[in-house]
């Protein structure tokens, strides 16, 4: 049967051309490696998006299709506190740590405080056991509490307690008895400037006494002399201190050289009312510059009572006791044992002399107030000649009011 050209044609073409889709297909098939040979375990390869891994199977090692499984993993509830717990817990976390400062703050408080109770509570042993064995102790004498003192502490160049004292420049007012009386034999200025405390640990005022080389201290009072070559001090306790009976004492290192007139003493406080020598005057010490081994204690009082009035009814006891050693070089203790209708001068604890009103012969003013003076005077007729003298400091370290026999007042204002 013979076909016509053209079907042959055809024919021929649609066998050509599934000659070429077979084999097309057939290498389609078996394009992926699964179950060829491979060379080393475990090794991997990626073909077609797919991973493969090489494994040993029945004596050989072969690609083998790696399948992946898929977990699908469900989340998990949540749990625990809300934000309202949250912030409550952290409150009361706070509120814990705030009381638990608040107790280590109050129990810190509480032993600082008992620790400053217990040093206080020592230091005032220790300052009663101390004053107990500075307490003078003379036979005869009932030395008792201490009534009034003042150890001049301070920074090194201050001012004495303007509580206690008053330095002065000696104005006289009013005329010829106030400012302490000041006295027309003294060559000299008296200026506060020239008390100053010393700056030591247990305290001490120091007077100086220095000649005039150049400008006066703008605080210097008058020349009550012909001649003043010389400034210097003097402080009081008048009109803020007064003292009425006691054991009174003060101990003192005296300045040195020819021409110094120092003096621990004591005026009636009614002074600018009587005048002197009515108010009367207890000389504790007064130190002869030219003759440092003596001190002298004296007696001053009006042979009646005669207000404002001066000097021939001035009089005086005096009394002096070798103290042993030059009183310039060292320190020691002046002190007046005063009682009613007596009066009893001592250094260092050793009596000096006793004034009574029967031996005085005069008008007695001594059971009245009086006040403290010290001071440095340059005093050619009483301490020698100051021709020598360029300067000279007087120490004070303490000044101390006891009672004694049960007896004395401090009165302050």
Known sequence: MQFPRRLFSLLSAGALIASFIAPISSFAAVKTIAGTVCKKAGSATIQSGKNFRCVASKGKLIWQLKVTTTVQIQPSQLTGPTWAQIAAEKAAAEALAAEQTRLALEAKAKATAELKAQQEAEAKVLAAAKAEAEKPKISGLVIGDLLWGDDFKGSTGSTINQKNWTARNCHRTPESFGGGACFDTEAIYYAPSAVKLDGSPDGAAVITTTRIAGALPSDAGKCLT?????????????????????????????????????????????????????????????????????????????????????????????ASLGVGADVSTGYHTYAVAWLPNSISYYVDGRLISITTPQTLGGYWSFNNKFFLILNNAVNAGFGGSWANLQSATMTIDWVRSYQLNGQGQVFTQ
Not at 303 to 309: A, E, G, I, M, P
């Open 226 to 318: 012909s001649v003043c070559a010389f400034t210097s001090g003097r402080f009081d306790t008048h009109g803020k201190v007064s003292f009425q009976y006691g054991f009174i004492e003060a101990r003192i290192k005296m300045p040195a050289g020819s021409g110094n007139h120092p003096a621990f003493w004591m005026l009636g406080d009614n002074i600018n009312q009587v005048g002197w020598p009515t108010s009367g005057e207890m000389d504790i010490t007064e130190i002869h510059g030219n003759d440092p081994y003596t001190t002298t204690s004296a007696t001053h009082y009006s042979t009646s009572y005669l207000v404002n009035t001066c000097c021939s009814n001035h009089f005086y006891k005096v």
